[in-house]
Nanobody, 114 residues
Framework: QVQFVESGGGLVQPGGSLRLSCVVS??????MAWFRQTPGKERERVAS????????WYAESVKGRFTISRDNAKKTVYLQMDRLKPEDTAVYYC?????????WGQGTQVTVSS
């Protein structure tokens, strides 16, 4: 059974930075992604990466500001978020992609506000 444990969220001012971490238990996952969700909206993918990190994808809304990376020895996926905007406020989750596990983690809250 896979488990995802996200951390690193918090309150940050617009223009600030945060780095999220996701520790993955179980077998190595080839494609991993970060998703985010706000109340009343569907969960959306914001970034994804293959196992070695040489193939990445970003949503247009975060391209140039967010960077996904992996440390496979630590079974950890990161999301470096720079130049944060209020519209980045959401709960952030990690999971496999394109077939996410049904067992989502608890997520980590990111709030961008002055």
């Amino acid at each position: 059974q896979v488990q995802f444990v996200e951390s690193g969220g918090g309150l940050v001012q617009p223009g600030g930075s945060l780095r999220l971490s996701c520790v993955v238990s179980g077998r190595p996952r080839y494609f991993m992604a970060w998703f985010r969700q706000t109340p009343g909206k569907e969960r959306e993918r914001v970034a994804s990466s293959n196992y070695v990190g040489d193939s990445t994808w970003y949503a247009e809304s975060v391209k140039g500001r967010f960077t996904i990376s992996r440390d496979n020895a630590k079974k950890t996926v990161y999301l470096q978020m720079d130049r944060l905007k209020p519209e980045d406020t959401a709960v952030y989750y990690c999971n496999e992609f394109p077939d996410p596990s049904e067992d989502w983690g608890q997520g980590t809250q990111v709030t961008v506000s002055s």
